[in-house]
Each structure stands twice: as C-alpha cells, then as structure tokens.
C-alpha cells in the first residue's frame, strides 16, 4: 500500500468554470435561437459551423513549416501546391460544407521568408485570416489599429511586436482580402541543427506565422500586445 | 447604426464581461465559453447573406468595427463582437428590439430553473 492509496478527492480535480449565467451567454443563444426560428440558417448548419470553429488551431500550420524545413522537397510542394500540402498536416480547405466555410475562401498561398525578403500578413479591409489551418484570428489582427497602420508603417509596427528589422531587409505586407489568404513559411533559425518536427513546431508560434515575430530557439510563446483603440478620422482634433 | 438600443444598453450597463466574470471565479480560459457558437453563429450568417437585410461578411465586420469603436467602445472582445453583432440585426430589422428583450428574458428563466 503506497501513502498515496486513499480515497478522497483532490482539490482542483476539475478545472474551476464560471458558475453564474451571464447576459452574453444569453444573448448569444437568443440571437441564434431567433435566426434558426426565422429560417436565416438551421440548427445542423450552426452546429457544423461551431464544430469547425472548435477544432481549428495553429498546430497544422506549424507542422508545414516544420515538415517544409526538413525536407525540401515538401517545402516546394507547400510553395507551388499549398492545398495540397496543407492535406498532408490534416487540413482540407474544403471542410466543412464541400467548398470551405463561407468566410474561408478556398485561394491560399504560402510567403517564405528570404533572408533579404520578411513576410508580414494583414487584412486592411477586415479581418480575413487562414482559418482552416490557422485558427481564429487574434484580438490585435482584427483591431482597425493594427489593419490600417501595418500597411503604412510596418516598421513600427512591428516594433511594437518586439520584431527589429534591420534596414537591408524588405518588409512585405501581403494584404489579404476575401479572396485570397495567406500565410508566412519564416526561415529556420538557428541553434536547431539536427531537431524533430515536433521540437521544431514548438517554435513555431501563431506570431511567427502571421510574420510580427521569428522562430527562435527557446521562444515557445506568442507576443502579449496590448490592444490599441483606434483612432476615428472623424473624432481626430 | 450608431443609435442607440435599450435594451443592449442594459447588457453593457450590467458588465458581466468575460475578464470580469473569468477573475470573480478563478477561471483562465482567455475566450468566454459562448465564443465558438459565435463564430458559427457568423459563419452560418455569412452563408445567409443574401437574404434581404442579412449583413454579408464585409458589411457585419464593417459595422462592427463602428459600433466597437463608438456605440460598444468599453466593451472587450469577444462582448463587443457579440453586441455589436445583436446591434446589427437589430437596427436591420432582422431581428426586433421587443422580441429579443422577450427571449432574452424567456431564456434567462430557462438557465435558471
């Protein structure tokens, strides 16, 4: 018998979860309540949309950029067939309905990183993002803050991210729109001779893939930005 | 679009965001729980859009972009995405102000039984 053999429960077996009903959680149910019973979508189209939602995430796309800085034949296939080599990280741009979800465009392109050339995407219209492969987009990508001034001032911008780049390397900001979507395949850093794919992927943050920072070694986590308001043209002194 | 709705305005008056309610129960998700029906919640509409007075994609971001920035500015996200969607189809006319004041309440009761 080990001095572990008891029977009681631990504290903080399950997760702690908000126990009060808040008015968002019931607005959000009204809303989609209304919409089904007024016949704009049904029940089984909100519920597919909301599985495809649940399951998206950055790992695939960290896994192509891994898997293309490994075998460069892969990476070709990722530039010149980027449908097909999202396939082989488990997505298909044409989950969930046969054509992609009516946001997610099914015209994908892949940027790699050149050591004069770094990648940066943005939509300057909305907030269109390579969801399928991606996930949802972060809180600062859909800010107006950061759609209007990247375009401008990327320099800065990036800056605010942490990301200092040197003069004698191009910054291109690739504009998404509704379209087209992007992604950036950064180049591998170094200190990471010899890595699996899966070591690889830990560097491989969201951050990187969008292009407002680099892989390094040891940086496993994205970027804390604070969000910006935006300033209103029409409210401006 | 930037006018006010009463009962939104409750809503917002109310505070129950999510930083606030996450911090009151010791909970760390950083996205409320009702996020990913939303999102379905928008998908599904962006395939509707073009239904009469349904907001296509461009239009919904559109308009939540103002109405983040004016109306719903001390709102976080996602509640500014959610209100603002509401507010949308409300000052459409897709949805009305008194039946979503009713089925907010209906619901409510629903939750709490």
């Known amino acids: ?237 | 679009m930037s006018e006010r709705i009463e009962v939104l305005q409750e809503i917002v008056a109310r505070n129950q965001v999510w930083p606030v309610m996450a911090a009151k129960w010791g909970v760390e998700n950083p996205v409320p729980p009702w996020k990913t029906s939303l999102d379905g919640l928008c998908d599904a509409l962006d395939r509707a859009a073009c239904d009469e007075n349904i907001p296509d994609f461009k239009a919904r971001r559109d308009e939540e972009d103002e109405l983040s920035a004016t109306v719903y500015s001390n709102l976080p996200y996602p509640e500014n995405q959610l209100v603002a969607l509401a507010h949308s189809l409300v000052a459409r006319g897709v949805i009305d102000e008194a039946e979503l004041q009713q089925r907010l309440a209906s619901i409510r009761e629903r939750l709490e039984a």
Not at chain 1, 7 to 12: K, Q, S
Not at chain 1, 65 to 92: N, R
Not at chain 1, 123 to 140: D, F, H, Q, V
């Open chain 1, 1 to 237: 018998m080990t001095d572990h053999d008891h029977d009681h429960d631990h504290e903080r077996t399950v997760a702690p979860m908000v126990d009060e009903i808040t008015d968002f959680e019931v607005l959000e149910i009204a809303l989609r309540e209304l919409c089904i019973e007024k016949g704009i979508f049904t029940a089984e189209e909100h519920r597919l949309m909301t599985e495809f939602a649940e399951q998206i995430g950055p790992t695939p796309a960290a896994h192509l950029v891994a898997k293309a800085w490994l075998d460069p034949e892969f990476k070709k296939l990722a530039l010149a067939e980027p449908m097909t080599a999202s396939k082989e990280v488990g997505v298909d741009w044409l989950h969930p309905t046969g054509w992609g979800t009516p946001s997610d465009f099914t015209a994908f392109q892949i940027l790699a990183d050149t050591p004069t050339v770094h990648n940066v995407i943005v939509c300057a219209l909305c907030s269109c993002y390579p969801r399928p492969i991606l996930g949802n987009s972060p809180e600062w990508y859909r800010t107006p803050n950061y759609r209007r001034r990247l375009v401008r001032w990327p320099r800065q911008v990036l800056a605010e991210f942490g990301l200092y780049l040197p003069d004698e390397i191009t910054v291109h900001v690739q504009d998404s729109n509704q379209k087209h979507r992007f992604m950036v395949m950064p180049l591998r850093p170094e200190g990471t001779d010899g890595w699996t794919e899966d070591q690889l992927v830990e560097i491989i943050t969201r951050d990187c893939l969008i292009g407002v920072a680099l892989p390094k070694a040891g940086v496993t986590t994205n970027v804390i930005t604070a969000t910006r308001p935006a300033i209103h043209p029409g409210n401006a002194g």
